[in-house]
């Protein structure tokens, strides 16, 4: 008996795909072969075992983009947007996909394209794919997986399926019949989602499915198609070519939630746990920056991409006892300033289960009053208290600073440096002559990420002492981040409120924390940089 799925599901989470439907039919049969594809021919490569079932959501998508078909009998539905939370399970979904359009799909001579922002990201879809080929005897002698390049072929079809990334927007020759576009926020441009695009013209019924969690950059290409589903789910544009499913945290709701967890996360108990979901939530509550990530990547919410980083009930709860630290070995972050405004040194020090920071800030003496009025800050009050530090005149004197650290470096064993380059090529060459190892730091994603990652964590842990440091306890206050499309995070100078130098100085710090000391990189005729050179 053959298999048939009688109706049309009449909701995806919001879009009924019955609208706009004149002229088009349901084909039940092709419905129901889609959707038992799935379990008949895949089967689960990571965290489960056995048939690859798909979960009602899922089973509703499939079929909904199957079934349909336009009069002449070619699929309805060109283009499909899928936009989940993470571990919901849309990228083994997707990979199923894929298999099913290179070997079961109707277009001859199939091209299947899995894209994405980088090598890695293009190889998350591709990957599981490539597993559930070897898995599958049945796939396995129709299939060839060719994993240093990144290819299953389908000799019999003339058919391949391949993983590229965003820089093979470059190249030109692709005839694709099903593209499957993972994570779409993470594309630095529009050039490869237009070049696949427009690449499937010669097809009968190509297929674009784009997948994704919600991103932060409101000009990306991502949410320009987010945009358009959005109209398309809710009847503002009709596209009955368009196939839209949402989940996302609705306007105004509480991301505290549970029940809204639920109602975002399909998978939720299955492939995503609700003991996971209320430990990252309990993160959040505690990291004002983790909260954007969690409504990001759990609720699917589009957040900003500079947000309030440390929570002050986070920083209080660190350490705050006086140390006696005098001959023990540390590292340093240098932040100079312009000549009229703070400049910080932060020496961090491993000592038992936690990281002491021991500061210096310096501000020039003849502005201060002024400053103090402006900004409505105790800098008069902290000079007088010793936690700030008056260089002599109307601008910083870098010759001062340069003694202060000659001073702390006979004090304490100072193993490197860390300086933020700009500003301070003079200061650092002095440094070095003096016979400090210094280190150029970068202060992009790729040097301060990591550092200002681990700095976060030691902070929630309690694992930071910052001795009670009113100064610090400002800037910390005053720290917004900039986050990227891949999570990765750092302090902007540019997007923060206040005065952040000493915890930018900070994360330098902690940074070069624990690296042997060298040969002072500003000794090299190509000063390397700490990650790279931003």
Same mark, same amino acid.
């Given at each position: 008996?053959?298999?048939?799925?009688?109706?049309?599901?009449?909701?995806?989470?919001?879009?009924?795909?019955?609208?706009?439907?004149?002229?088009?039919?349901? +084909?039940?049969?092709?419905?129901?072969?889609?959707?038992?594809?799935?379990?008949?021919?895949?089967?689960?490569?990571? =965290?489960?075992?056995?048939?690859?079932?798909?979960?009602?959501?899922?089973?509703?998508?499939?079929?909904?983009?199957?079934?349909?078909?336009?009069?002449?009998?070619?699929?309805?539905?060109?283009?499909?947007?899928?936009?989940?939370?993470?571990?919901?399970?849309?990228?083994? /979904?997707?990979?199923?996909?894929?298999?099913?359009? !290179?070997?079961?799909?109707?277009?001859?001579?199939?091209?299947?394209?899995?894209?994405?922002?980088?090598?890695?990201?293009?190889?998350?879809?591709?990957?599981?794919?490539?597993?559930?080929? $070897?898995?599958?005897? /049945? !796939?396995?002698?129709?299939?060839?997986?060719?994993?240093?390049?990144? &290819?299953?072929?389908?000799?019999?079809?003339?058919?391949?399926?391949?993983?590229?990334?965003?820089?093979?927007?470059?190249?030109?020759?692709?005839?694709?019949?099903?593209?499957?576009?993972?994570?779409?926020?993470?594309?630095?441009?529009?050039?490869?989602?237009?070049?696949?695009?427009?690449?499937?013209?010669?097809?009968?019924?190509?297929?674009?499915?784009?997948?994704?969690?919600?991103?932060?950059?409101?000009?990306?290409?991502?949410? #320009?198609?987010? +945009?358009?589903?959005?109209?398309?789910?809710?009847?503002?544009?009709?596209?009955?070519?368009?196939?839209?499913?949402?989940?996302?945290?609705?306007?105004?709701?509480?991301?505290?939630?549970?029940?809204?967890?639920?109602?975002?996360?399909?998978?939720?108990?299955?492939?995503?746990?609700?003991?996971?979901?209320?430990?990252?939530?309990?993160?959040?509550?505690?990291?004002?920056?983790?909260?954007?990530?969690?409504?990001?990547?759990?609720?699917?919410?589009?957040?900003?991409?500079?947000?309030?980083?440390?929570?002050?009930?986070?920083?209080?709860?660190?350490?705050?006892?006086?140390?006696?630290?005098?001959?023990? #070995?540390?590292?340093?972050?240098?932040?100079?300033?312009?000549?009229?405004?703070?400049?910080?040194?932060?020496?961090?020090?491993?000592?038992?289960?936690?990281?002491?920071?021991?500061?210096?800030?310096?501000?020039?003496?003849?502005?201060?009053?002024?400053?103090?009025?402006?900004? &409505?800050?105790?800098?008069?009050?902290?000079?007088?208290?010793?936690?700030?530090?008056?260089?002599?005149?109307?601008?910083?004197?870098? =010759?001062?600073?340069?003694?202060?650290?000659?001073?702390?470096? $006979?004090?304490?064993?100072?193993?490197?440096?860390?300086?933020?380059?700009?500003?301070?090529?003079?200061?650092?060459?002095? !440094?070095?002559?003096?016979?400090?190892?210094?280190?150029?730091?970068?202060?992009?994603?790729?040097?301060?990420?990591?550092?200002?990652?681990?700095?976060?964590?030691?902070?929630?842990? =309690?694992?930071?002492?910052?001795?009670?440091?009113?100064?610090?306890?400002?800037?910390?206050?005053?720290?917004?981040?900039?986050?990227?499309?891949?999570?990765?995070?750092?302090?902007?100078?540019?997007?923060?409120?206040?005065?952040?130098?000493?915890?930018?100085?900070?994360? /330098?710090?902690?940074?070069? !924390?624990?690296?042997?000391?060298?040969?002072?990189?500003?000794?090299?005729?190509?000063?390397?940089?700490?990650?790279?050179?931003?």
């Amino acid at each position: 008996m053959v298999k048939r799925i009688a109706r049309p599901p009449r909701s995806l989470n919001g879009y009924d795909p019955n609208r706009d439907a004149d002229g088009l039919r349901w +084909d039940g049969v092709a419905a129901a072969n889609a959707v038992e594809f799935f379990p008949t021919c895949l089967c689960h490569v990571k =965290g489960f075992t056995g048939p690859l079932r798909l979960a009602k959501w899922q089973r509703d998508f499939v079929a909904t983009l199957y079934g349909w078909k336009r009069a002449d009998g070619t699929r309805r539905y060109r283009e499909a947007f899928l936009a989940v939370p993470r571990k919901n399970g849309k990228t083994t /979904m997707c990979a199923g996909i894929a298999l099913h359009e !290179l070997a079961c799909g109707q277009e001859p001579g199939p091209e299947v394209y899995s894209a994405a922002g980088s090598r890695d990201q293009a190889t998350l879809t591709f990957d599981p794919a490539a597993e559930m080929v $070897r898995k599958q005897p /049945m !796939l396995a002698k129709r299939l060839k997986v060719i994993s240093s390049t990144k &290819r299953i072929l389908y000799a019999d079809k003339h058919g391949l399926y391949r993983a590229i990334p965003a820089e093979a927007a470059t190249s030109h020759g692709f005839n694709p019949s099903c593209v499957v576009f993972d994570e779409l926020h993470t594309q630095p441009n529009r050039d490869l989602y237009d070049v696949l695009k427009t690449g499937q013209g010669a097809r009968s019924q190509p297929l674009f499915v784009s997948i994704t969690t919600a991103g932060h950059d409101r000009h990306s290409i991502c949410w #320009e198609v987010w +945009d358009y589903a959005r109209k398309v789910r809710d009847g503002i544009i009709s596209d009955p070519h368009f196939l839209p499913m949402i989940y996302e945290l609705p306007e105004g709701a509480d991301w505290q939630d549970e029940v809204v967890w639920h109602a975002v996360n399909p998978n939720l108990g299955e492939s995503v746990s609700l003991d996971f979901l209320r430990e990252e939530c309990c993160r959040a509550k505690e990291t004002a920056a983790y909260e954007n990530t969690f409504r990001n990547l759990y609720l699917n919410q589009w957040t900003e991409a500079s947000v309030r980083w440390i929570g002050t009930d986070a920083w209080s709860r660190c350490n705050n006892r006086t140390v006696d630290l005098q001959g023990f #070995e540390c590292s340093g972050g240098l932040d100079l300033s312009t000549v009229t405004d703070l400049s910080a040194l932060v020496l961090a020090f491993r000592r038992d289960d936690e990281i002491v920071l021991e500061c210096r800030f310096w501000c020039p003496e003849e502005g201060i009053r002024k400053r103090s009025h402006r900004d &409505r800050v105790p800098y008069q009050q902290w000079v007088k208290d010793g936690w700030l530090i008056a260089t002599p005149g109307e601008s910083i004197d870098y =010759g001062f600073i340069r003694q202060e650290i000659i001073d702390l470096s $006979r004090k304490y064993q100072i193993r490197k440096l860390a300086i933020d380059r700009w500003n301070a090529t003079q200061l650092a060459t002095e !440094l070095i002559d003096d016979g400090l190892d210094v280190v150029a730091f970068g202060q992009g994603y790729a040097s301060m990420s990591s550092p200002a990652k681990s700095f976060e964590a030691s902070i929630i842990n =309690g694992e930071i002492n910052h001795q009670g440091n009113p100064i610090l306890r400002w800037m910390a206050s005053n720290v917004v981040v900039e986050q990227d499309a891949a999570g990765n995070i750092k302090p902007s100078k540019s997007k923060s409120t206040e005065r952040i130098d000493g915890i930018v100085a900070a994360v /330098m710090a902690i940074g070069v !924390l624990g690296q042997d000391a060298g040969a002072s990189v500003y000794a090299t005729e190509k000063p390397f940089y700490v990650g790279s050179e931003e």
